[in-house]
């Protein structure tokens, strides 16, 4: 297409509330306060998915609270405020050789994120010997920094890993989407269609830059455009292939440049000749599309995005942007067999790229990876073949293997075969990458091989001590294991939880081993540790009668357990088999027992005369009927001894059992038998808990509320309890009561009762006074108050203006006008109301001029007013001149379409604020001469720049000859319009020879872009 001039007039528009409301909010500083994030240095970075194509989302990952994580030296050269870089880090493995990496913050148009101002690098190496392989700053078509922008590297190590550190200019935090597509890059793109790289497949891929037309002005062969439409050749990149399957071709191409208004078009032509002759070409697809001139609205359909899309009918859009144009094209129906060609041109002459996606049911002709291996399951360590069985019509030069990170060797070259042994059990994923003399790459992914854990794997024994005996606890187990994997350490778990290879201190019983190398694979073992069983021992005492009886008798018997042949020894005596001593008088035995094994057990056993005691289980007393009384009763019942009985309950012997009276205490009662065996016993008497009323009440909240209510919680006593209430009531409360006494008598189911009384009375009455009014300063703002206060009631109080928010301040701000409903209320909730009326004054007012257009570099002045006076005046943001005392009269002279504001203040602290919308057209005129005469004579000596008050300073001005040799460069940045600071045609102190000579000029304007020049300028003598 021909590139068409035109003039951008950009204007930002807001509605007055918005613009109001960003002025306001951006009067404050705000500090967001969080958690430094995880990944705020290199060794914490997040490892992204190991996927071709990853997108996080937006606003998936954030800087907020991050922190240098370099020193100043250690960033890239293009990352701008290294010692306030709020950088976070990333990590992915590379799959392909090319990537492609955005990072999108607040972007215009797409807004990913809150972010402004991205920078960010790539590395690779270690964390600790990190190496920069590239760096992005973006910028904006004004050379201002861009809140995103994407970069592409190329010649990655497939297998390898790369780090990602982003963060922004000036300290800017924020939330910010990552993308990370991987690609195979195709070779460099050839700006002729005769040396076009060659697609194999129709993998996505980018490229970097678009610059010049190559050696060969390729004919663009435009056919049917608009009379006029003459594109030339530049900025361009050449493709080609040969469609293998028959179907459609769509794709979108989208510059990789971060203007608004890249041009990006394209041309496709079938190659009736086939894929080796261009000379025999014919467009199908005509893309040139682009800028109408001075018009931005109308231009604006046929930027960015481009290509050929499923909807679209058009096989042509002309130069320019007509009507109805959309910047994409009808899809292409590709002949199986038959050759293609696409140019890519770059008409904005930005030299940014592109990324091409392509969609569709065609395919492109190219080689077809395939590979074989010699068995579907191979154990662990043991080896397997691979083997390429690929095809390609032009011929296979390389071969890369990865078998995944578990295989020996990993990584392999050639065709094959290739014999691998896999370190750990699963499905590894084995890669072919085939590269054809076409330098086509294709891929090939198989995890079809599983890698087992096989028997033979493991092997183990053990030797095992059992028990000595019963409770020894001294087996053992000595156990050995080992693993056909070399170069592995082995771990064990056990059923007892030890982890070491042997186990010792062990009771009899069964005990499991699980052995692991490592690999994923384990084996489990099986040990018994033999013993004798415990002992169970029975004792049985025939205590000898009281005063001095020698008729006791021991009987100590083992009943099993150990190795039988049971035999005993008492104190000290011989083994024999006899468990039985007799005649035994008051004494203690020591008995030591042992079985056939020799394995002994001993006790001390002590023999007492009869004692009596009472038979287990039965009452002993009955408690007093209610809390205090001496109505309890002591009856016992003697278990063993001889009959007749006779009992003392304090007052000497008695036949009888039984004796009443008694309060709750302990007492001791005894008893003597027929031989005068005797037997002391202490009887605790219990008592019922003391019945208690609980009684709670609360008098009415308010006055005349009649909301009192009287609870009880009986507790002591004997449960049930019945309830009866002085008014009738048999509840366990009372509600809705107002004054008066209110009696509760509690009864246990024993009979016992208590009662107990409660009084409810009524509060004050509550009412509100209005102390004070204070009406509004200005119109229309909350800053009227009044006081209030209150009688009655149940102090403290609170106050409220809305009956829903209270406050203990009797003053009441942040009124507005009227006739208001205020509220008191009091620690109960009663509360009264008050009516108060608030006025306020006129509105102020200020007024301004609403939208003023300027050309840059020009300034204009602009008067406020208002219906109150004095007033003070303030306008902002930046480039204003305050023209009288009260600042009403101001001179602007805006460098971007913007929002100014004029706020002013009144005598009463009233304060208003208008707003102007200037439109800055950004027009940026320059004459530069393309001849002169640097002969002396005191006329067009010199070679500069001329320009109006648009131009700040000429950054740069280079002079070569028309073979590229440099014969002169500014040294620093001059004034425009300085004919003496531009070039006098003197090279080494000579004047040069009149002829054509070529110069680049980079010129800053005041609003901050930067743009570069070129031409040629005839030098005459």
């Given at each position: 297409m021909v590139r068409v001039y035109y003039v951008v007039i950009t204007a930002t528009t807001f509605d007055t509330m918005t613009r109001l409301y960003l002025f306001l909010a951006g009067s404050l500083l705000a500090a967001a306060l969080g958690a430094q994030p995880g990944n705020d240095d290199c060794g914490a970075a997040i490892e992204l998915p190991t996927q071709m194509s990853y997108c996080s989302g937006a606003g998936a990952f954030t800087n907020v609270a991050a922190t240098p994580s370099l020193p100043f030296d250690g960033y890239p050269i293009c990352i701008d405020d290294r010692d306030q870089m709020a950088d976070v880090w990333f990590s992915f493995v590379a799959m392909r050789n090319s990537v492609a990496i955005r990072v999108i913050g607040d972007e215009a148009g797409d807004s990913r994120g809150s972010l402004k101002a991205v920078q960010y690098a790539i590395y690779e190496g270690e964390c600790d010997t990190l190496n920069d392989i590239g760096c992005r700053q973006p910028l904006d078509r004004n050379g201002l920094p861009a809140d995103g922008g994407s970069i592409v590297l190329n010649d990655l190590q497939r297998g390898t890993r790369y780090y990602i550190l982003v963060g922004a200019r000036n300290g800017n935090e924020g939330t910010f989407e990552l993308c990370?597509?991987?690609?195979?890059?195709?070779?460099?793109?050839?700006?002729?269609?005769?040396?076009?790289?060659?697609?194999?497949?129709?993998?996505?891929?980018?490229?970097?830059l678009l610059q010049g037309r190559g050696n060969v002005a390729d004919d663009l062969l435009v056919?049917?455009?608009?009379?006029?439409?003459?594109?030339?050749?530049?900025?361009?990149?050449?493709?080609?292939?040969?469609?293998?399957?028959?179907?459609?071709?769509?794709?979108?191409?989208?510059?990789?440049g971060a203007a608004p208004d890249e041009d990006i078009d394209f041309a496709v032509y079938e190659l009736t000749n086939g894929l080796e002759d261009c000379s025999a070409r014919v467009p199908v697809r005509q893309m040139y599309s682009g800028s109408n001139t001075g018009d931005v609205t109308s231009s604006r359909p046929c930027w960015g995005e481009t290509g050929l899309g499923p909807a679209d009918t058009e096989v042509s859009e002309s130069c320019g942007c007509q009507p109805r144009n959309n910047n994409f094209l009808a899809a292409l129906d590709m002949e199986a067999g038959k050759s293609y060609a696409l140019v890519v041109l770059n008409f904005s002459g930005s030299g940014d790229g592109f990324t091409i996606d392509f969609s569709g049911t065609g395919t492109f002709l190219g080689p077809r990876p395939n590979l074989t291996y010699s068995s579907t399951e191979v154990c662990v360590g043991e080896s397997i073949t691979f083997e390429d069985q690929s095809t390609s019509v032009d011929g296979i030069e390389a071969w890369d293997w990865d078998f995944g990170e578990t295989a020996t060797p990993r990584f392999a070259t050639g065709a094959g075969p290739h014999e691998v042994t896999f370190s750990q059990a699963g499905s590894p994923n084995v890669t072919l990458a085939i590269t054809s003399t076409r330098n086509c790459i294709e891929y090939i992914s198989s995890n079809e091989v599983e890698v087992v854990c096989c028997a033979n794997q493991f092997s183990g024994s053990a030797d095992i001590g059992p028990v000595s005996c019963p409770g020894a606890a001294d087996g053992t187990i000595d156990f050995t294991a080992s693993s056909t994997i070399p170069n592995t350490n082995l771990t064990y778990a056990w059923s007892n939880g030890a982890s070491t290879a042997g186990l010792t201190g062990l009771d009899p019983g069964l005990y499991t081993v699980t052995v692991s190398d490592g690999t994923g694979c384990e084996a489990t073992f099986d040990y018994t540790v033999d013993g004798p069983a415990e002992f169970v021992l029975d004792t049985l005492?025939?205590?000898?009668?009281?005063?001095?009886?020698?008729?006791?008798?021991?009987?100590?018997?083992?009943?099993?357990?150990?190795?039988?042949?049971?035999e005993y020894s008492f104190n000290g005596g011989p083994f024999s088999p006899d468990n039985r001593l007799e005649n035994l008088a008051i004494t203690n035995v020591n008995v030591v027992a042992r079985d056939a094994n020799g394995c002994t057990v001993e006790r001390d056993i002590e023999?007492?005369?009869?004692?009596?005691?009472?038979?287990?289980?039965?009452?002993?007393?009955?408690?007093?009927?209610?809390?205090?009384?001496?109505?309890?009763?002591?009856?016992?019942?003697?278990?063993?001894?001889?009959?007749?009985?006779?009992?003392?309950?304090?007052t000497g012997y008695q036949n009888e059992r039984s004796q009443g009276g008694y309060a709750a205490g302990t007492y001791t009662v005894s008893a003597i038998d027929a031989n005068g065996c005797t037997g002391d016993f202490e009887i605790s008497v219990t008592e019922p808990p003391v019945l208690a009323v609980n009684l709670q009440s609360d008098s009415s909240s308010c006055f005349g509320a009649n909301d009192g209510y009287a609870a009880v919680s009986p507790a002591g006593g004997r449960p049930d309890y019945l309830l009866s209430w002085s008014n009738g009531s048999v509840s366990d409360s009372l509600a809705n009561l107002g004054p008066g006494t209110y009696t509760i008598t509690v009864t246990d189911q024993n009979g016992c009762a208590v009662s107990d009384s409660a009084t409810l009375n009524d509060p004050d009455?509550?009412?509100?006074?209005?102390?004070?009014?204070?009406?509004?300063?200005?119109?229309?703002?909350?800053?009227?108050?009044?006081?209030?206060?209150?009688?009655?009631?149940?102090?403290?109080?609170?106050?409220?203006?809305?009956?829903?928010?209270?406050?203990?301040?009797?003053?009441?701000?942040?009124?507005?006008?009227?006739?208001?409903?205020?509220?008191?209320?009091?620690?109960?909730?009663?509360?009264?109301?008050?009516?108060?009326?608030?006025?306020?004054?006129?509105?102020?007012?200020?007024?301004?001029?609403?939208?003023?257009?300027?050309?840059?570099?020009?300034?204009?002045?602009?008067?406020?007013?208002?219906?109150?006076?004095?007033?003070?005046?303030?306008?902002?943001?930046?480039?204003?001149?305050?023209?009288?005392?009260?600042?009403?009269?101001?001179?602007?002279?805006?460098?971007?379409?913007?929002?100014?504001?004029?706020?002013?203040?009144?005598?009463?602290?009233?304060?208003?604020?208008?707003?102007?919308?200037?439109?800055v057209i950004q027009d940026l005129p320059i004459y530069i001469p393309n001849v002169f005469s640097p002969n002396g004579d005191g006329s067009n000596d010199f070679f500069t720049v001329f320009g109006n008050n648009a131009i700040d300073r000429v950054e740069t001005l280079r002079i070569y000859d028309r073979w590229g040799g440099l014969l002169f460069e500014s040294n620093e940045?001059?004034?425009?319009?300085?004919?003496?600071?531009?070039?006098?045609?003197?090279?080494?102190?000579?004047?040069?020879n009149s002829g054509v000579y070529v110069y680049y000029v980079e010129v800053r304007y005041i609003n901050g872009a930067v743009e570069g020049y070129r031409g040629d300028v005839t030098v005459v003598n």
């Open positions: 990370v597509d991987q690609f195979d890059a195709p070779p460099d793109p050839s700006s002729d269609c005769e040396t076009a790289v060659v697609l194999c497949d129709t993998t996505s891929f980018s490229v970097d056919d049917g455009l608009e009379p006029g439409c003459d594109p030339i050749e530049e900025n361009s990149s050449w493709y080609k292939w040969t469609c293998d399957q028959a179907g459609t071709l769509m794709f979108d191409i989208n510059p990789l005492i025939t205590q000898p009668t009281c005063g001095g009886g020698t008729d006791g008798a021991l009987q100590f018997t083992i009943l099993s357990g150990g190795a039988g042949g049971y023999v007492d005369e009869l004692q009596l005691a009472l038979v287990t289980g039965s009452a002993v007393f009955t408690e007093p009927t209610c809390n205090g009384d001496n109505d309890g009763q002591i009856e016992i019942e003697i278990a063993n001894g001889l009959p007749a009985y006779r009992y003392d309950f304090g009455e509550i009412l509100g006074i209005l102390d004070s009014v204070e009406n509004l300063v200005c119109f229309g703002q909350a800053t009227g108050a009044v006081s209030l206060s209150a009688t009655g009631g149940v102090p403290t109080y609170t106050f409220s203006s809305d009956g829903q928010n209270y406050q203990t301040a009797p003053r009441l701000d942040s009124l507005l006008a009227g006739e208001l409903e205020l509220y008191v209320r009091d620690q109960n909730g009663c509360q009264d109301t008050v009516v108060a009326l608030l006025t306020e004054p006129d509105e102020f007012v200020i007024t301004v001029a609403e939208e003023v257009q300027l050309y840059l570099g020009e300034d204009t002045s602009l008067l406020a007013r208002s219906n109150y006076f004095p007033v003070e005046y303030s306008w902002g943001p930046d480039s204003v001149t305050c023209l009288t005392l009260d600042c009403a009269r101001a001179r602007i002279m805006p460098v971007q379409s913007i929002d100014y504001f004029v706020s002013g203040i009144n005598e009463a602290g009233c304060v208003d604020t208008a707003l102007v919308a200037f439109s940045p001059f004034p425009a319009n300085e004919p003496s600071m531009g070039w006098d045609g003197i090279l080494d102190g000579r004047r040069v």
